[in-house]
Structures are given as structure tokens and as C-alpha cells.
């Protein structure tokens, strides 16, 4: 659909993972006849399509406030798609790191609201702001901590250097502008040993947990791993630098 001049789309797998999400809350076999657990994945849904909402305003905002508007956004799971653009890698690591932060600067205001500036320091000392409050598993303890935890998942998987993720347009910008005479294949050659070395890494922490007996968030971790991984061979690496070049 279209917002004045700017379109947006939304991916097939906002859709069908829309579809569980109901069939799953409409099921009194998995929810049982307890309403507040189905309140609580609806509150959590509605901070998950806020983060959304966030994302898309900071990356259109900053990037017109940079005089590189963008006239399209496609939104999946994790928020904007960030798909190879026709601009400078400043620009693409400007946009990308302002988007990140916006979010982020966000949650930590939802997670003030429940306490305050001192409880939202004291959480980060005591660790607690890492524990995930109870969300769509049993009654919601928390909703604004809640949502501040939703953000900053959000923030982390946009990290992740996955196809059309923000984390991967700010790793090819840094890239471009740390080493800008070295060529499109070198550059491309850097990258993909970075996402290499990265899914390694995740895979590794995959296994600590599973030697630590963490399920399914081994496996989740996993995934991701090998995501990074698989990521690193497609054709959207070309495009991305081949997009810098034609600023």
C-alpha cells in the first residue's frame, strides 16, 4: 500500500506466520481456557508490529534527512528489509545504524515507563533486563518490559548479517568506506569470509547451549548459524556493493 509517496509492502512470511499466530490463539488445546495467555501474545504481537512501525520511521526519516529519500519499504519478520540501493555506503551506514539505534532508544523508553530511569539502570546492573518476561507462555508479568525485551530482540535479529537485514548493509559499509580502493571483489571476498567467521561463531554458541541442555534455544541458535552461513553465497553481495558504486 502507499503512505503519500512512499509504498510499502509486507513479505509473504509476515502473512503466514500471521496465520499460526491466530490458529494457534483460536485453539483452547494450546491456550487451554486461560484468557490471559491470549491476551498476553496479543499484547506481545502489537509491541512486535510497533517495532515495525519504528523501524520504517527511522529509516525513511533519516535518509531524507540525509537527502537520500526512499520511496519504497518492505517490511518482514524482523522489520525493514533492507534490500541493495542505489546510494553511497555512508549513506547506507548512516541509515542502518540510525534505524538500529532508533529502536533501541525506544524500547529503553517503554522499559523507563515501568519503573522509572533508577529501575531501568538497576536492571541493566542486576542482568535482569536480559531475562525475558513471560510473553504469550503464561500471564504477562510485565507489558512494558515486556516490549522493551520485544525491541531489542527486534535489534538483534536485524543484526544478524542475513539476506536483505540491516546488520549486513552496515558490515558492506563499513567494508567500502574502511577500504575503498581495493575493488568490488575484494570487497565482496571480505565480506563473506566476515559472515563466515560470524556463523562459526554463532554455530559455536549453538553448541554451548546445547551442552548446557538449552531447548530449543540451541537449536534456534543453530538455525541462525547456518543462515549466516548459506547467506554468504547469494548474489545479493554483488548488489549490494555494485549499488554503492552506482551512487
Do not use: E
Given at each position: 500500500f502507499r503512505f503519500r509517496r512512499l509504498r510499502i509492502g509486507l513479505s509473504y512470511s509476515v502473512f503466514l506466520v500471521a496465520a499460526i499466530v491466530i490458529g494457534l490463539t483460536l485453539n483452547d488445546n494450546f491456550f487451554?481456557?486461560?484468557?490471559?495467555?491470549?491476551?498476553?501474545t496479543?499484547?506481545?504481537?502489537?509491541?512486535?508490529?510497533s517495532g515495525w512501525l519504528v523501524q520504517v520511521i527511522a529509516y525513511v526519516a533519516i535518509s531524507r534527512l540525509i537527502r537520500t529519500p526512499i520511496r519504497s519499504v518492505s517490511i518482514g519478520l524482523f522489520g525493514v528489509k533492507a534490500f541493495p540501493r542505489k546510494w553511497s555506503a555512508s549513506a547506507a551506514l548512516t541509515v542502518s545504524l540510525g534505524t538500529i539505534v532508533g529502536l533501541l532508544t525506544v524500547g529503553s523508553l517503554l522499559a523507563m515507563v515501568e519503573g522509572g530511569i533508577p529501575a531501568w539502570i538497576g536492571s541493566i546492573k542486576s542482568a535482569s533486563i536480559w531475562t525475558a518476561p513471560s510473553v504469550g507462555l503464561t500471564e504477562l508479568d510485565s507489558p512494558w518490559l515486556a516490549g522493551a525485551w520485544?525491541?531489542?530482540v527486534q535489534g538483534i535479529l536485524q543484526l544478524l548479517p542475513i539476506d536483505r537485514s540491516i546488520g549486513r548493509q552496515i558490515l558492506a559499509a563499513l567494508i567500502a568506506l574502511i577500504a575503498p580502493d581495493v575493488g568490488m571483489d575484494s570487497h565482496i571476498r571480505i565480506l563473506r569470509a566476515l559472515l563466515t567467521g560470524i556463523a562459526l561463531l554463532v554455530v559455536a554458541l549453538s553448541v554451548r547451549l546445547y551442552l548446557l541442555h538449552s531447548f530449543p534455544s540451541w537449536l534456534v541458535v543453530l538455525i541462525f548459524g547456518i543462515a549466516v552461513w548459506v547467506s554468504g553465497k547469494s548474489r545479493e553481495l554483488v548488489q549490494i556493493f555494485l549499488g554503492f558504486q552506482q551512487f
Open positions: 487451554g481456557v486461560d484468557n490471559g495467555r491470549r491476551v498476553a496479543a499484547v506481545a504481537v502489537g509491541f512486535w508490529i520485544l525491541y531489542v
